[in-house]
């Protein structure tokens, strides 16, 4: 292993970790001002993280510098597993509603979010 490649891994190691933590953090803040039966916390991580990844997508970055922001960090920062299982879990409650709507507002809101990220860095 080459000490670049040895780098990098450290680097997806550090930039991954704090996705990760940030991804706690922001769920927790969002989800402790609302209501429970939406999970407004992973819906705000995973809009907030499909904006940035529009926007990276839009930078000209290095493959190095898109893998560590992209992929270490937005990756780690963005949870598709927790959206399912909640999405789950309503319906598991019988709230098909609020389960339709998870899907149906995540996937809306976050292919636009996409969009107006790449937008903006276009305009950079």
Excluded at 24 to 38: H, P, Q, T
Excluded at 75 to 80: M, N, R, W
Excluded at 89 to 118: D, H, K, P, T, Y
């Amino acid at each position: 292993m080459t000490a670049t490649t040895a780098a990098l891994w450290l680097g997806v190691l550090l930039v991954g970790g704090i996705g990760s933590v940030s991804r706690f953090l922001v769920d927790r803040a969002v989800a402790r001002g609302m209501a429970r039966a939406f999970p407004y916390g992973t819906l705000t991580v995973n809009i907030s993280g499909a904006a940035l990844l529009g926007f990276l997508g839009g930078l000209a970055l290095s493959r190095d510098a898109a893998l560590l922001a992209g992929t270490a960090f937005v990756g780690a920062y963005t949870t598709f597993s927790t959206w399912m299982l909640e999405t789950q879990r309503l319906s598991e409650e019988r709230q098909m509603l609020w389960a339709f709507a998870n899907i149906g507002v995540s996937v809306v809101l976050g292919l636009a979010a996409a969009l107006i990220g790449q937008w903006v860095a276009q305009q950079v």
